[in-house]
């Protein structure tokens, strides 16, 4: 099904701290996410992906270059509410030279069709910037509707910042992974 796809999802692996310091450390990816930055070292990049690996109440996944191999974002699976079967799924590309090239959107796909049918949620959401328009558009191609805003939730550079509320359903993701395949084969 996701033969065309030009990444996967793998499980983090002790060394990826080596990437992802770099871009955690990276201004203008931290520009664009809803946490706040961190000063980091090595030691505390190190922890933290180790902290990831062995994590049971959070699922966090390496999106990879299937040519090559390449570690070049995060895929997570969050704050999840089993009763209701909903959870956070954020995503990040920290390798700059493959923004827009829809491999977020694929890494996307790949997250959402893993917790709909490996682990049965119903309700993924995402809590986006207002300002990062490229990462509302990227989850409207995966069946994400716009919910809402929380009004200025997030202190970033000064000032406070929207989000924008966003979620997408079983039943919405299904009808948008129809569409995107058959765009893509």
Known sequence: MFENFRVYLRALEPEDYKKSIIWRNDDEIWGMVGGPK??????????????????TSNITLAICLKDTDEYIGNAYITDINWINRSAHAPSMIGEKKYWSAGL??????????????????????????????????????????????LRESVYKNGTFKNQVVMSVLRRDFDIELDNFLSKNQ
Do not use: P
Not at 38 to 55: G, P, R
Not at 119 to 135: K, M, P, Q, T, V
């Open 38 to 55: 961190h000063f980091v070292s090595n030691a505390y990049e190190k922890k933290w992906v180790e902290d990831a690996i062995f994590n």
């Open 104 to 149: 977020a959107t694929e890494a996307r796909i790949l997250l959402l069709y893993f917790a709909f049918y490996e682990r049965g949620f119903n309700r993924i959401y995402a809590h986006i910037l207002e300002d990062n328009i490229g990462s509302q558009r990227m989850c409207e191609k995966c069946g994400y509707k716009k919910e809402g805003l």
